[in-house]
Nanobody, 124 residues
Framework: QVQLVESGGGLVQAGGSLTLSCATS????????MAWFRQAPGKEREFVAA????????SYADSVKGRFTITRDNAKNTVYLQINSPKPEDTAVYYC?????????????????WGQGTQVTVSS
């Protein structure tokens, strides 16, 4: 069983920056593909970014490419999402997710484990 706990959300001005963290339990963190998803009010949960076991491969949604960066520290069992130049449309609850597969999945059904989410609000 893997438990995920997000932190770092809050209110940020457009054009600013924010870093989300997702701490995980368990000794097998380095074998999990990790991802971030987000869900805005009235919308479906959508893919943001994913990172491979080693951190050597990443994948991003087109809407965040060039502004967001996903990284991981396997020694700390933590994955991060650096949000640069946020826009009001980035406002959402951000969720961390994990699965013990090999591919950088972009669908919610791929992932077995989810955190509780952290709210990010971008003011204009």
């Amino acid at each position: 069983q893997v438990q995920l706990v997000e932190s770092g959300g809050g209110l940020v001005q457009a054009g600013g920056s924010l870093t989300l963290s997702c701490a995980t339990s368990g000794r097998t963190f380095s074998t999990y593909v990790m991802a971030w998803f987000r869900q805005a009010p009235g919308k479906e949960r959508e893919f943001v970014a994913a990172i491979s076991w080693s951190g050597g491969a990443t994948s991003y949604a087109d809407s965040v490419k060039g502004r967001f960066t996903i990284t991981r520290d396997n020694a700390k069992n933590t994955v991060y999402l650096q949000i640069n130049s946020p826009k009001p449309e980035d406002t959402a609850v951000y969720y961390c997710a994990a699965w013990a597969g090999a591919g950088l999945g972009r669908t919610t059904s791929t992932y077995n484990y989810w955190g509780q989410g952290t709210q990010v609000t971008v003011s204009s």
